[in-house]
């Protein structure tokens, strides 16, 4: 069972950066993938980033270029760098763990969420 809690989140102004942190603890498989998703009211939840367990990283269209997702084994943390904020990144920010990256970006096989964290960018 694994255990996924995000920390990061607040409020800025319009171009500035936030970093999320995902720290996972429980068992984690020798292959997986970590993902953050965001969602906004009244919406579906959509991926944002992902990271597979050699690194191979897949990114939501809207947030190349701004954000960047990366992993600290050593702390068993996934961490997801948001720079160029816009109002539009506002939006409760879910982290997850799965089996395998794939194309959306997302990660198959979701084992675990964590409770969110939330993101607002004013202008």
């Known amino acids: 069972q694994v255990q996924l809690v995000e920390s990061g989140g607040g409020s800025v102004q319009a171009g500035g950066s936030l970093r999320l942190s995902c720290a996972a603890s429980g068992y984690l498989y020798s292959s997986y993938c970590m993902g953050w998703y965001r969602q906004y009211p009244g919406k579906q939840r959509e991926g944002v980033a992902a990271?597979?367990?050699?690194?191979?990283?897949s990114y939501a269209d809207s947030v190349k270029g701004r954000f960047t997702i990366r992993k600290d084994n050593a702390k068993n943390t996934v961490i997801l760098q948001m720079n160029s904020l816009h109002p539009e990144d506002t939006a409760m920010y879910y982290c997850?763990?799965?089996?395998?990256?794939?194309?959306?970006?997302?990660?198959?096989?979701?084992?675990?969420w964590g409770q969110g964290t939330q993101v607002t960018v004013s202008s």
């Open positions: 990271i597979d367990s050699d690194g191979s990283t």
């Open positions: 997850a763990a799965g089996d395998t990256l794939v194309p959306g970006p997302a990660c198959y096989g979701i084992n675990a």
